[in-house]
């Protein structure tokens, strides 16, 4: 519901979950924001909520009885004011200053929310969301810009996204145009962010708010390893499951900014956006600019409600596969197997021994195009490698498929290698100035996406495999960051635009796919998780998580994206031991209990296991298909993530009858005391039977006393070696996974 005051120009948007309440200043016809948070009830008048005392600092005019604008709440705060702030737009107009004052003109309401303009965004239908936008103009220039506000209906969720306008004569230059800026009130806010870098990605950290700014960014060309368009703020006293929660997240892919700022008077200015570092757009007469969509969460139920925000409007509103909610079949994927080194016959092995264990899909990943026996070349060279594959893609497909599995292809669309025709032909699509160094990494440049030409050459080439083979999945990779950006067909005004262009590329890429191939499985990936982000979740509904696919490693990583991202989106395969990324050894089965949560699959060389472990693999298989649904439908809990020592995850379905429960200890303890697994989101009228490994493991227990007892664990340890060893949770790295399943719903 979107209320609008007429008379005192306020604006509501509430859902009964959350409010957003902002109105149009006295005097200065700016918007002033009053309050964002939990649902309250409307009033006719919002004027208790303003906060107006005299300062000693600057006024908006001599005279005015305003204060200064630093000490005002903002909706769209602009440089060339008194607010000392970071504003949300930086506009640099043709006499060279930088002072704009963006004034309400009017406003619309409408139902449901579409996607366009280039950029990914969310979408509903006209029961599940509504849009307020604001249309403001410069006081000095012919600029609009108009704020959209999406009041998401069933979900404590409000999306923001800007569109400025120059009806001037006269080219502006943006050098800031965020997508969000919030100012929330009160101080003893943590906030949480996902940290990293390649093959330790979205790893949760969690810091005191102080005073000045702090803030998460990408200046790679993609979201990047080393953080996520993401953060939140929380009180102090907030956990998983109890407290306030705001959580913040960006629909792209690009260089990103996640910032607040603390100000002396303890507000903090959340603020979401395209970078504006090296971000710098040439806003011609008659064109437009759009920003990416902002996401704001509310939960007063701490982090996991968060997340489970996140989760469901991330599957409802934002990834539009549809294999979004459907069963995947589970995958065997030839990277960790074979690496560069195979031949059609080999893979064929691998394939046939991946069917008798119930695998349903064989991924041939890098390595079968060109002459790409390592990571020196190849890239852009999208033919099939005869010497490997001597009936091509086609041929090879084609093979695997009369096995009975389907079948899914690496590509790295975005890259070139020297050794090309492309590279050769064009050294005027690759990104840099030819003139100056050009940093190899993986031995690899980066193709300018933003120029369209090279988007249809690449399109053209990865269509013509397509189209001749039966690929029912691809996995699009990126390995490099982009550096030295520079693109040889934008002129020198415009190089400020190159990285944006190129993510609006590569969205165009995309989509020239999607439009092709709809019923295309498609996993998005970037050097492991380096574009896990809301942006690539548009085009792909799940996304290769991380490189490092330790079991214990992978614990932290899959935490993390969970905070923000649904289990179906988190890719996750069981790969060989010793670990390739770390070395360790754990057992077949911790493997697969954290692959579980997760879509789910294989990286490893069946053909090197045991028979006992391939029959093992076939029980993992069959027991995840059991799951599957519960898995990609359920709700998400994380149970224990305080402990570096002890991890256990939960997920639930909408009628609470089944739950399926992860458990992991990284490093056995002697003499430890008893431990206790808390469930959450259970039925607490219903009882329900535990299972263990599928072994009944208790006949009754009632949902209350599952969350506030638990389930214990552990045996009675005196001391003597056999008993020691017969403990439940005996050595280093184990798991258990445990069924619950509602008794009216067993008997069935
Ligand atoms: C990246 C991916 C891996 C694999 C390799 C192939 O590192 O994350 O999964 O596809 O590229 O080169």
Same mark, same amino acid.
């Given at each position: ?17 959350i ?49 200064s ?6 909706e ?6 008194? +607010? ?23 406003y ?26 604001i ?7 012919? /600029? ?8 998401y209906?069933?979900?404590p ?41 390649w093959?330790r ?41 109890q ?6 997240? /960006? ?6 900014l ?67 909610k ?36 064989f991924?041939? =990943? =890098?390595?079968?195009?060109?002459s ?16 490997? /594959? ?22 790295? $669309? ?10 050769? +032909? ?25 120029? $369209? ?7 053209e ?84 998580t ?27 395969h ?5 670990n ?29 296991l ?49 739950a ?14 008893y ?7 259970? =039925?607490?009228?219903?009882?329900y039977?535990?299972?263990e ?56």
């Open positions: 519901m979107i209320y609008v005051n007429e008379q005192n120009k306020e604006f509501h948007l509430t859902n009964g979950q409010s957003y309440v902002f109105r149009v200043m006295e005097e200065t016809n700016i918007l002033e924001q009053l309050y964002y948070g939990s649902a309250i009830q409307h009033y006719e008048s919002f004027d208790f909520m303003i906060e107006r005392e005299i300062r000693p600092s600057n006024n908006w005019k001599w005279g005015s009885h305003l204060t604008f630093e000490h005002i709440k903002q769209f705060p602009v440089f060339g004011s008194s +607010d000392f702030r970071e504003p949300a737009i930086d506009i640099e107009y043709p006499a060279g200053d930088h002072i704009s004052h963006f004034e309400f003109q009017h619309t309401i409408r139902a449901g929310k579409t996607v366009d303009g280039g950029l990914p965004g969310s979408f509903g239908g006209e029961q599940e969301v509504e849009t307020l936008a249309v403001l103009k410069d006081l000095y220039s012919e /600029l609009y810009v108009t704020l959209h506000y999406h009041l209906l069933n979900l969720i409000v999306t923001r996204q800007q569109v400025i306008d120059n009806r001037g004569n006269e080219t502006v230059v943006i050098n800031r145009i965020h997508s969000l800026s919030l100012d929330i009130p009160d101080s003893g806010y943590d906030w949480i962010h996902l940290d990293g870098a093959a990605e979205t790893i949760m950290a969690r810091d005191k708010i102080h005073s000045g700014i702090q803030n998460v960014s990408s200046t790679r060309g993609a979201s990047s390893h080393v953080h996520n368009p993401f953060l939140a703020i929380c009180e102090e006293t907030t956990t998983n499951s407290g306030n929660a705001y959580g913040f997240s /960006l629909i792209y892919s690009g260089n990103f996640a910032q607040i700022e603390k100000d002396t008077y303890n507000v903090l200015r959340i603020q979401l956006g395209i970078n504006p570092h090296q971000f710098r757009w040439k806003l011609d007469a008659g064109t437009q600019f759009q920003t990416p969509e902002a996401i704001i969460v509310f939960s007063q139920a701490g982090l996991n409600s968060m997340s489970q925000s996140f989760h469901q409007f991330f599957s409802t509103h934002v990834i539009r596969s549809p294999w979004k459907k069963e995947k079949p589970i995958l065997i994927n030839n990277w960790e197997a074979t690496y560069f080194d195979f031949t059609e016959e080999r893979l064929l092995e691998i394939a046939q021994a991946s069917k008798r264990m119930g695998i349903e899909m991924v041939l =990943d =890098d390595g079968w195009f060109g790409r026996n390592n990571d020196n070349g190849s890239l852009g060279n999208w033919q099939p490698d005869y010497k490997k /594959l001597p009936n091509g893609i086609q041929g090879i497909s084609q093979k695997i498929h009369d096995l009975g599995l389907k079948f899914g292809l690496w590509f790295e $669309p975005e890259m070139v290698s020297k050794d090309t025709a492309i590279y050769l +032909d064009h050294p005027e699509w690759v990104i840099g100035n030819a003139e100056k160094n050009r940093s190899h990494g993986r031995n690899q440049f980066v193709l300018d996406f933003g120029n $369209p030409e090279v988007v249809e050459a690449i399109f080439q990865v269509n013509r495999v397509l189209a001749t083979a039966e690929i029912e999945y691809i996995k699009v990779d990126m390995n490099r960051y982009l550096s030295e950006v520079y693109s040889a067909i934008l002129p020198a005004d415009q190089q400020g635009e190159v990285a944006h262009r190129y993510i609006l590329g590569v969205y165009r890429f995309f989509e020239k796919i999607i439009a092709n191939y709809p019923d295309l499985l498609i996993e998005s990936c970037a050097g492991g998780g380096a574009r896990f982000d809301p942006g690539m979740l548009y085009y792909s509904p799940q996304i290769w991380s490189d490092d696919t330790d079991a214990v490693e992978r614990l932290k990583i899959q935490t993390g994206a969970s905070l923000v991202y649904p289990l179906t989106a988190i890719s996750s069981v790969s060989a031991v010793p390739h990324q770390v070395g360790r050894v754990t057992s077949l089965e911790m493997r697969k209990n954290v692959a579980l949560f997760g879509t789910f699959g294989y990286e490893l060389n069946p053909l090197a045991s028979n006992e472990e391939q029959a093992q693999i076939a029980k993992q298989i069959a027991q995840y298909k059991r799951y599957q649904q519960l898995i990609n439908l359920g709700t998400f809990y994380r149970l224990e993530t305080e402990s570096a020592n002890f991890v256990s995850w939960l997920v639930i379905n909408e009628e609470k009858t089944e399926l429960v992860g458990f992991y200890q990284i490093l056995a303890e002697p003499n430890s005391p431990r206790r697994i808390k469930l959450a989101g259970l =039925d607490e009228t219903k009882d039977q535990v299972y490994n599928d072994q009944l493991k208790e006949a009754k227990r009632n949902g209350s006393d599952l969350q506030s007892y638990g389930i214990r664990l552990g045996g009675n340890f005196i001391g003597r070696e056999q008993e020691y060893w017969s403990r439940e949770l005996p050595g280093d790295f184990h798991s258990k996974l445990y069924f619950l399943k509602a008794i009216e719903m067993a008997s069935k």
